[in-house]
């Protein structure tokens, strides 16, 4: 055990214990929606791989825990094969979390499900990708903000525009939140935006986010380094 490579698991989903010689194993789907096929097949794998338990996740995945190192690489066959996709820790975006927003939830003005393919397939920007450190977005599809979107790196939720005369619905954008150890709230952006300029300013913060922040420094912080209007101004963005 002494040779393994604990960060080139944690990419791959798996994640070690505190007991020696097991590890977690993280697993996501698109939306997280799990499908009957991808559930059973969680279910045999934590039966022949782990204690016959799985541990639904704060962010909305499925961990299997005690699979053993010797295991690994079939586990890792079975999961691939039954279209699972792992999900990872370190400094990395981690996954992207989204409620049902409008797909069946009462309170649903948009439609989550889209915004985080788009995000994920069009801006390239997936669960794994490295960065400084652990980076988060998440999707809400009302004000009710069920993923939290005010203690995220980018938190994203569906809202009426009130200044509108027809009532167009959008999106509200917080930046520079965080949970953790030291908590802070995000701060919410001024205006109401299309999803195509939600988009544009995703991959703007990323990008500014990998080029300026420091190892292990979280987006918040990066902020406060910069100050809020510079990096604002550094994103193209205008509070007026």
Same mark, same amino acid.
Request: aromatic content about 10%.
């Given at each position: 055990?002494? +040779?393994? *490579?604990?960060?080139?698991?944690?990419?791959?989903?798996?994640?070690? $214990?505190? $007991? @020696?010689?097991?590890?977690?194993?993280?697993?996501?789907?698109?939306?997280?929606?799990?499908?009957?096929?991808?559930?059973?097949?969680?279910?045999?794998?934590? !039966? @022949?791989?782990?204690?016959?338990?799985?541990?639904?996740?704060?962010? $909305?995945?499925?961990?299997?825990?005690?699979?053993?190192?010797?295991?690994? *690489?079939?586990?890792?066959?079975?999961?691939?094969?039954? !279209?699972?996709?792992? !999900?990872?820790?370190?400094?990395?975006?981690?996954?992207?979390? &989204?409620?049902?927003? +409008?797909?069946?939830?009462?309170?649903?003005?948009? @439609?989550?499900?889209? /915004?985080?393919?788009?995000?994920?397939?069009? /801006?390239?920007?997936?669960?794994?990708?490295?960065?400084?450190? #652990?980076?988060?977005?998440?999707?809400?599809?009302?004000? +009710?903000? &069920?993923?939290?979107? $005010?203690?995220?790196?980018?938190?994203?939720?569906?809202?009426? @525009?009130?200044?509108?005369?027809?009532?167009?619905? !959008?999106?509200?954008?917080?930046?520079?939140?965080?949970?953790?150890?030291?908590?802070?709230?995000?701060?919410?952006?001024?205006?109401?935006?299309?999803? +195509?300029?939600?988009?544009? /300013?995703?991959?703007?913060?990323?990008?500014?986010? #990998?080029?300026?922040?420091?190892?292990?420094?979280?987006?918040?912080?990066?902020?406060?380094?910069?100050?809020?209007?510079?990096? /604002?101004?550094?994103?193209?963005?205008?509070?007026?």
């Amino acid at each position: 055990m002494d +040779n393994i *490579d604990y960060e080139a698991l944690k990419k791959r989903g798996f994640l070690r $214990q505190k $007991q @020696d010689g097991f590890f977690v194993l993280r697993l996501k789907m698109p939306h997280a929606v799990f499908e009957k096929i991808h559930l059973e097949g969680i279910a045999k794998l934590a !039966g @022949d791989y782990g204690k016959g338990f799985t541990h639904a996740t704060t962010r $909305q995945g499925i961990e299997i825990p005690f699979i053993r190192f010797a295991d690994i *690489d079939e586990v890792e066959r079975r999961v691939k094969s039954l !279209g699972i996709e792992t !999900g990872a820790s370190g400094p990395r975006m981690r996954t992207t979390t &989204c409620c049902p927003g +409008n797909n069946w939830c009462k309170s649903g003005l948009v @439609d989550t499900f889209s /915004l985080y393919d788009r995000i994920e397939k069009e /801006l390239g920007l997936k669960c794994g990708m490295d960065l400084p450190h #652990k980076f988060k977005i998440a999707i809400s599809g009302c004000p +009710n903000g &069920c993923t939290r979107p $005010q203690v995220s790196e980018i938190g994203i939720h569906g809202q009426v @525009d009130p200044a509108s005369p027809e009532k167009r619905i !959008g999106f509200t954008i917080y930046l520079g939140g965080c949970s953790g150890k030291t908590p802070r709230p995000g701060f919410k952006l001024d205006r109401i935006f299309t999803e +195509n300029e939600v988009l544009s /300013l995703v991959e703007k913060v990323v990008g500014f986010y #990998k080029k300026h922040a420091n190892p292990k420094q979280r987006l918040a912080l990066l902020i406060e380094e910069f100050g809020r209007d510079k990096f /604002l101004k550094d994103i193209s963005f205008s509070l007026t």
